[in-house]
Nanobody
Framework: QVQLVESGGGLVQAGGSLRLSCAAS?????????MGWFRQAPGKEREFVAV????????NYADVVKGRFTVSRDDDKSTVYLQMNSLKPEDTAVYYC????????????????WGQGTQVTVSS
């Protein structure tokens, strides 16, 4: 339904910051989508990180990233961001952007569109 293009991953030192972006095709459609971020570390299952409502008025975060990560979307709601501060080695993972029609969710199976993933590596 929606094509997602991610960017912003890379290698940073512990305590540093990265800003991930996820560009969604179709401005009209993107206005109706909740946007989520998930991550998958080597040897682990994919886990929820953050989600933002279609309006941008509501957000939800995994406990392990609260106070450090911020999800936002720009004015036209075609691009979603994940600002990652105070990064820890435990944050090392492939990060995925996902879109869900209308309503927020923290369950990955509720999201129908996914980006390709971007690698985030946090060194000690």
């Amino acid at each position: 339904q929606v094509q997602l293009v991610e960017s912003g991953g890379g290698l940073v030192q512990a305590g540093g910051s990265l800003r991930l972006s996820c560009a969604a095709s179709g401005r009209i459609l993107s206005l109706n989508y909740a946007m989520g971020w998930f991550r998958q570390a080597p040897g682990k299952e994919r886990e929820f990180v953050a989600v933002i409502s279609p309006s941008g008025a509501f957000t939800n975060y995994a406990d392990v990233v609260k106070g450090r990560f911020t999800v936002s979307r720009d004015d036209d709601k075609s691009t979603v961001y994940l600002q990652m501060n105070s990064l820890k080695p435990e944050d090392t993972a492939v990060y995925y952007c996902a879109a869900r029609l209308r309503t927020m969710s923290t369950t990955q199976t509720d999201f129908g569109s996914w980006g390709q993933g971007t690698q985030v590596t946090v060194s000690s």
